[in-house]
């Protein structure tokens, strides 16, 4: 069978069972000194090798949020509530602020577990197939699995580049070769603009959580001030 009519057979399948929904995505992977292999939705790195491209179902729009009742309450669509158990025992498992876990997860899917990217990204921090796979996540679409796969390769990065926040986010987005290929931000408008979503969402999370007047010095990025 011919790639078009793989392709006509394949799109035929995800408009009955999901909707008009199928784009195809391409992952992209590059293999760092130590011989770690990553992945990534953005090609900027030299390094970077196509690695495959393959359909990714997007989520429909309309689809509802599971309905999740924590404490009596329900969660609501967009509320960190059903999740936050999961971010805390991450959080505390890799030594990583339970804040900063909610900033990257507001950012990537705002705490929709469904969520999935027209790159192929799932889930709520938005794992790629190839990373979900080096991680065990072997279903991007459990919350618990998910939150615990993305902090732990969230960690790493922090680890690569010694604990920048910044670069960090920067190589969990773009791809941690290019980062420390660089030693900077790479001028790459979609990472410059996830960058500072997380940050301000960090910001707004960490403030939401302490007295003004116990804050001090903070991580500044570009026009952005993130306490510490």
């Excluded at 069978?1 to 035929?12: A, C, I, K, P």
């Excluded at 950012?107 to 799932?122: H, L």
Aim: aromatic share 10%.
């Amino acid at each position: 069978m011919g790639t078009s009519w793989r392709l006509l057979v394949l799109t035929g399948l995800a408009t009955v069972l999901y909707g008009p929904s199928l784009v195809w995505a391409d992952i992209y992977t590059s293999v760092d000194a130590k011989g770690r292999q990553f992945f990534t939705n953005v090609p900027a790195a030299s390094q970077s090798r196509l690695y495959m491209s393959e359909p990714a179902i997007i989520k429909p729009s309309g689809r509802a949020w599971p309905e999740v009742r924590v404490g009596g309450r329900r969660a609501s669509p967009g509320s960190s509530l059903a999740y936050d158990q999961h971010i805390q025992r991450s959080g505390h498992r890799y030594n990583i602020d339970p804040h900063l876990i909610k900033a990257i997860i507001k950012t990537e899917s705002d705490f929709d577990c469904y969520a999935s990217s027209a790159k192929g990204a799932q889930g709520l921090m938005q794992l790629m197939p190839g990373t979900a796979r080096d991680l065990k996540v072997f279903d991007s679409f459990d919350a618990r699995a998910n939150i615990e796969g993305g902090t732990r390769y969230f960690r790493t990065m922090l680890d690569i580049f010694n604990g920048n926040i910044p670069l960090s986010l920067a190589a969990y987005n773009a791809g941690p070769n290019l980062v420390k290929r660089l030693n900077r931000i790479p001028q790459i408008p979609e990472t410059e603009q996830y960058i500072k979503r997380v940050l301000h969402h960090y910001k707004e999370y960490k403030l939401s959580g302490r007295p003004a007047s116990s804050l001090g010095s903070g991580i500044k990025v570009g026009d952005l001030m993130v306490q510490n």
